[in-house]
């Protein structure tokens, strides 16, 4: 009781931050966004290929760890692998998500799915320069996603053994109820529309990221 407690306070106050001010959070977490992201591509992807839950294992934790390490080094060392590495994440939680509502199970259709988002969100981000909105968009939706999943957790709607026995965080969210699924649009979008009016004349580049990391 009390780890779930601790996880979904931790949980909230993270998910607040990510969230409302996730863009500039980004310049300096950069890196670490990359680490976690390859850490859940990688374990998700060993799940889906080779059962078992998400990081469940010690083969889905070892590649998650493995695959975080180099996603995270590689946006510590060229900025746009960490920009691409967030339009990817996106894309992915889009696919996966779209296929998760409308009921699919985890699986090789929903992984292809979301690669299929991904890889279409990177070449859009890249070709019209929107760098700054998905950044926006992505730490929006993940924050969005740690807050309602924070109060799921503290009501005993869901545990976090069922969190860990799937591979979509998105997916409780929407097999919950229709109010989990409504908070969850809602504080994306509020997330989204706080972040954009913030940061109007705030523009995160190559070279500010330079000035954080050296």
Known sequence: M???????????????????????????????????????????????????????????LVVGVIVGLITGILSYLFYLVGVVIVAGVIGWIAGTGLMAAIGLEPGLVVSLVGLAFAVGLIILTLIFNLQKYAIISLTSVLGSDLLVLSGLLLFNQVSVEQLQAGSNLVQPILQSSWFAWLAWVTLAVAGIVVQIRANRTYTFTRERYVEAWG
Do not use: E, H, N
């Not at 306070?9 to 500039?24: D, E, T």
């Open 2 to 60: 009390l780890t779930t407690i601790f996880i979904s306070v931790f949980a909230l106050l993270l998910g607040l931050a990510i969230c409302f001010v996730g863009y500039r959070l980004f310049l300096v977490f950069l890196p670490i966004w990359g680490f976690f992201a390859g850490l859940y591509i990688g374990a998700m992807t060993t799940s889906t290929l080779f059962g078992g839950g998400f990081l469940a294992d010690i083969t889905g």
